[in-house]
Nanobody, 122 residues
């Protein structure tokens, strides 16, 4: 059973930075893709970024490209989301997710964490 535990959320002023972590356990993730999604109040969940566990290749939503960086630490089985130049519109609950396979498709994310709140004040 895959378990994903997020941490690192909080309150930050616009222009500031936060780093989210997602600790993964339960299986070998070498053939998995890990993603970050977010959901703001009253809005649908949206994709933020993804990384392939085997080669570290990354994929970003246009809204965060150049500001956010996703990475993974194989030794720690942990995925990170470094968020810089934060904006009030980045305020949301951020979720870590994983799926078997290396496609960038947003479908088939089978495992989800509990989420961590990020609030950006203006």
């Amino acid at each position: 059973q895959v378990q994903l535990v997020e941490s690192g959320g909080g309150l930050v002023q616009a222009g500031g930075s936060l780093r989210l972590s997602c600790a993964a356990s339960g299986r070998t993730f070498s053939s998995y893709t890990m993603g970050w999604f977010r959901q703001a109040p009253g809005k649908e969940r949206e994709f933020v970024a993804a990384v392939r566990w085997n080669d570290g290749n990354t994929y970003y939503a246009d809204s965060v490209k150049g500001r956010f960086t996703i990475s993974r630490d194989n030794a720690k089985n942990t995925v990170y989301l470094q968020m810089n130049s934060l904006k009030p519109e980045d305020t949301a609950v951020y979720y870590c997710a994983s799926k078997c396979g290396i496609s960038w498709s947003l479908a088939d994310y089978a495992y989800w964490g509990q989420g961590t709140q990020v609030t950006v004040s203006s």
